[in-house]
């Protein structure tokens, strides 16, 4: 039998995460304002796609990175062209009193 996915299970992992970060340069974008509550964020904005030919489908990375915010992430978006597909996700607060692990922020 064929097995389906969720509506709410995350997107397959790009196959760009086992980029060498050196190569991530070339899919940047330029920088984006990126407004989120009361913070705005100068973003470097990476666009990383690929089309599956046995599936006739492409998909879409965007990630939205400042190393002012923790983790850096500021926004992501994943799309499945030819479909209502779609994952988003951005910061959604930062705790000015919260100290991580390794205090990186």
Same mark, same amino acid.
């Given at each position: $039998?064929?097995?389906? @996915?969720?509506?709410?299970?995350?997107?397959?992992?790009?196959? *760009?995460?086992?980029?060498?970060?050196? #190569?991530?340069?070339?899919?940047?974008? $330029?920088? %984006?304002?990126?407004?989120?509550?009361?913070?705005?964020?100068?973003? #470097?904005?990476?666009? /990383?796609?690929?089309?599956?030919?046995? %599936?006739?489908?492409?998909? *879409?990375?965007? /990630?939205? +990175?400042?190393? =002012?915010?923790?983790? $850096?992430? +500021? @926004?992501?978006?994943?799309?499945?062209?030819?479909?209502? #597909?779609?994952?988003? $996700? #951005?910061? +959604?607060? +930062?705790?000015?009193?919260?100290?991580? =692990?390794?205090?990186?922020?």
């Amino acid at each position: $039998g064929t097995q389906q @996915k969720a509506d709410n299970a995350p997107p397959a992992e790009a196959p *760009s995460s086992g980029m060498d970060l050196k #190569e991530l340069g070339s899919y940047s974008k $330029g920088k %984006e304002t990126v407004r989120l509550g009361s913070a705005s964020y100068n973003a #470097e904005l990476y666009l /990383w796609s690929f089309r599956d030919e046995e %599936e006739n489908t492409s998909y *879409s990375y965007k /990630w939205w +990175v400042d190393p =002012k915010a923790p983790g $850096g992430l +500021v @926004k992501f978006e994943w799309t499945k062209s030819g479909s209502k #597909e779609r994952f988003l $996700g #951005e910061l +959604v607060s +930062v705790k000015t009193t919260y100290k991580t =692990k390794f205090n990186s922020y």
